[in-house]
């Protein structure tokens, strides 16, 4: 029999054990497999650039219905014209002011995703967006958001220990919920593209006078630190932005400079694996079409030059994008040439890295909550994991700590990845068992990148075997081993792998 020592020694634990009420798990083995797991794109060299469309974007006037004549009975003063639409099938076409996403998407670089929300979607601007950005239930208040809880996971000392690059950097507005951890802020905010000039330029310095003590004093304080963080990183944005020069031209709106800002930093080498921009003015109770149609053309072509810009500077495989809103419009129009607040919506997905097409059904206009608004298809958290786990390799462990339960992921990106059992496993890894701690049963997960012979055990504290999972060969890919405890004595337990010459 193994002593208990002696088994210590010979293993390489993964995580502590935590023991609340019932078993927990310790993964172990010798290197190199656990130390691979250690490196699960903690960096990975790619970006994500997410956009939000403030105001509750009219998702049936931007993906449009044209082949259903309800839209049309819905929508007699608004409705897109058929001969106008962007066609994309017998039955979904985009807004025409689209035109260079059209282009995105005849290029196989656009996914749409479908009827998007949750469970009884609330029409506050304000608490809608909070929702969205905390990955929260209707009724669930949180104040941290998914993006700055997967940060976090991820570098859990900081903003103690700093970064060499920042982890998320947006640019406009106010610091945004979407990154806010436990910690506080996860990354810096240029509050517009000319402070961004200033910074690389070397114009922007500190403020030295002290806060008042007082609530607002406090308020300013906390947006003096945000500010006082991102000079900390100022040469290393400088530094990037100096080392690159966008290849194309932009839009001269807000969202067109933004864009230019992200691609040069990008290029130039700034490691952020998080950038975030807004772009406002989507509320659209009265005069829509006029409105809709400069907003609807301003994005698409600041999307349009962002991908030419990367695929010339040669980062169009690191980078892709998505937009979000906080809420969709009601189905019929209202009496002002406009829509009211509505449910759910269609979203974009950009970058030679996406799925291209439609995923999700198409609007169905008898499947109507009791205000005759849309039921959702998709949890808007099933697109955030798919994000995380399909682009950014998260495991099963970090998906629920972040999204604080599972969800669905998604085939819309299309990247080789760990993180996902679809997309193509390249190395060996062994997962964090979940849940942990657990009772009566937990799942093991781990990835082979080639067919092998596995054998999965797991013991007790003092070494003895416990219980043979899996012993035989295994195909390519992700795979997943329950183990019930029922009837076992409470404490720690390890499951060690061995699949061929990695143990």
């Known amino acids: ?78 409705g897109i014209p058929a001969a106008n639409v962007l066609q994309l ?48 239930d209707s009724t669930q208040m949180l104040e941290t958001g998914w993006l700055g809880r997967h940060l976090l996971y991820r570098n859990p000392n900081y903003p103690g220990t700093l970064t060499p690059a920042p982890l998320a950097l947006q640019i406009g507005g106010s610091p945004a919920l979407m990154l806010t951890s436990q910690n506080g802020g996860m990354g810096i905010t240029i509050t517009d593209p000319n402070q961004f000039y200033q910074l ?68 130039g080498g700034l490691n952020c694996p998080i950038y975030m921009v807004s772009q406002g003015g989507y509320d659209t109770h009265s005069g829509q079409a006029a409105r809709l149609q400069s907003l609807l053309a301003d994005l698409s072509s600041s999307i349009a030059a962002f991908q030419t810009d990367l695929g010339l500077l040669n980062q169009a495989d690191n980078v892709i994008g998505m937009t979000f809103s906080e809420f969709g419009r009601r189905i019929a129009e209202n009496g002002s040439a406009g829509t009211d607040h509505g449910t759910s919506l269609p979203l974009f997905l950009f970058g030679s890295r996406v799925v291209p097409g439609f995923y999700g059904a198409d609007p169905d206009f008898t499947r109507v909550d009791g205000t005759g608004d849309f039921i959702y298809n998709i949890d808007y958290r099933e697109l955030y994991a798919s994000i995380l786990g399909r682009w950014f390799n998260a495991d099963a462990a970090e998906l ?47 990835n082979l990148p080639v067919e092998t012979n596995v054998k999965l055990t797991v013991y007790d504290e003092v070494g003895q075997r416990v219980r043979e999972l899996f012993d035989g060969v295994r195909s390519p890919g992700r795979h997943e081993a329950t183990f019930d405890a029922t009837g076992l004595a409470s404490g720690t337990y390890f499951y060690r792998i061995q699949a061929g010459n990695f143990v």
């Not at 650039?49 to 998702?59: H, R």
């Not at 998604?410 to 679809?422: F, K, Q, S, V």
Request: hydrophobic fraction near 40%; include cysteine.
């Open 200 to 267: 690389i330029q070397g114009t922007v310095g500190f403020i030295e006078d002290p806060p008042p003590n007082t609530p607002a004093g406090a308020e300013l304080l906390f947006l003096r630190t945000i500010e006082q963080q991102a000079i900390q990183y100022a040469t290393q944005i400088r530094n990037a932005a100096l080392a690159a020069t966008n290849q194309t031209t932009y839009p001269t709106s807000t969202l067109g400079q933004q864009l230019a800002i992200i691609a040069r930093l990008i290029a």
């Open 89 to 136: 099938n017998s039955m979904m076409g985009l807004h025409p002011a689209l035109t260079q996403l059209r282009a995105l998407y005849d290029n196989a670089k656009l996914c749409i995703v479908q009827g998007v929300g949750y469970a009884s979607p609330n029409r506050s601007h304000f608490r809608a967006t909070d929702i969205w950005m905390t990955a929260s």
């Open 400 to 446: 629920n700590t972040v999204l604080l339960r599972s969800f669905n992921q998604l085939p819309i990106i299309n990247a080789p990845t760990t993180g996902a059992g679809e997309e193509v496993v390249t190395r060996f890894k062994l997962e964090q068992n979940y849940p942990n701690p657990f009772n009566p049963t937990t799942k093991i997960i781990y």
């Open 1 to 78: 029999m193994m002593k208990r020592r002696q088994f210590i020694q010979g293993a390489t634990v993964s995580a502590l054990p935590i023991m609340l009420n019932g078993f927990s798990f310790r993964a172990f083995s010798r290197t190199p497999l656990l130390d691979l797991l250690g490196q699960s794109a903690l960096t990975t060299g790619r970006s994500l650039v997410v956009i939000q469309l403030s105001g509750g974007t009219d998702g049936l006037n931007v993906v449009i219905p044209y082949g259903n004549p309800t839209y049309y009975q819905r929508r007699p003063t608004i």
